[in-house]
Every structure is written in structure tokens, then in C-alpha cells.
């Protein structure tokens, strides 16, 4: 199996930063994806940004130049830099990635339980 453990939330002020990680854990797979969504009180869970096996990247709208994610693929790990935060980033953040299993045949997606991260002053 497969295992996502998130790390790096909390509560900060706006215009502040947080770095969200999320490690992945096993054998027997390789990853095709790894990505994180959010989600409100009240809204539906959203793509934030994603992260390919290629290297290309894609982002919501609303966090254009102010989130970056990254790879490190030694790790089995995903990054979400996230910068100059407001409160319309209040929400819970998980980690998705998917997976090709070699022991399986077969490829499946994985999520973490997720991360809070709180924006106010």
C-alpha cells in the first residue's frame, strides 16, 4: 500500500507564508502525479496545483504567482509554497497523487487526510 502524510499547516497572518509537504511511502509503485486540492466550508474541494512526472506544472487561477509546487522525487515528496496568503486560502489542503502499482498492474489514486491552514489576524 500506499501511504500520504501531509505536514506544514497551521494558523498564520495575511500576507504570510506557509511550505506544505506531503510524503508518500511504500513499494512497488512509481508516481505519475502528485497534487494538492483544498477545500472550504461550504465549497466544493478545488485543484490548487499540480505536479506531473514530466515536470509540468498546472495552477488554479486565483493562486497564480503567489503558490509554487515542486517535486522531490528522491523523496517521494510534494511541496505547496505558498505566499503572500489571504483569507480566502483558509481551508483544508490535501494531498492526491497518482500511482502507478508495478505489483498490481494497475494504476490508483491516493489521498492524504489533510492539513488545516488558517489565514486571519
Known amino acids: 500500500q500506499v501511504q500520504l502524510v501531509e505536514s506544514g499547516g497551521g494558523l498564520v497572518q495575511p500576507g504570510g507564508s506557509l511550505r506544505l509537504s506531503c510524503a508518500a511511502s511504500?513499494?512497488?509503485?512509481?508516481?505519475?502525479?502528485m497534487a494538492w486540492y483544498r477545500q472550504a466550508p461550504g465549497k466544493e474541494r478545488e485543484l490548487v496545483a499540480e505536479?506531473?512526472?514530466?515536470?509540468?506544472?498546472t495552477y488554479a487561477d486565483s493562486v497564480k504567482g503567489r503558490f509554487t509546487i515542486s517535486r522531490d522525487n528522491a523523496k517521494n515528496t510534494v511541496y505547496l509554497q505558498m505566499n503572500s496568503l489571504n483569507a480566502e486560502d483558509t481551508a483544508v489542503y490535501l494531498c492526491?497523487?497518482?500511482?502507478?502499482?508495478?505489483?498490481?498492474?494497475?494504476?490508483?489514486?491516493?489521498w492524504g487526510h489533510g492539513t488545516q491552514v488558517t489565514v486571519s489576524s
Open positions: 492526491n497523487a497518482r500511482i502507478f502499482s508495478s505489483a498490481r498492474w494497475q494504476r490508483t489514486a491516493y
Open positions: 511504500g513499494s512497488g509503485f512509481s508516481i505519475n502525479a
Open positions: 505536479v506531473t512526472s514530466g515536470g509540468s506544472t
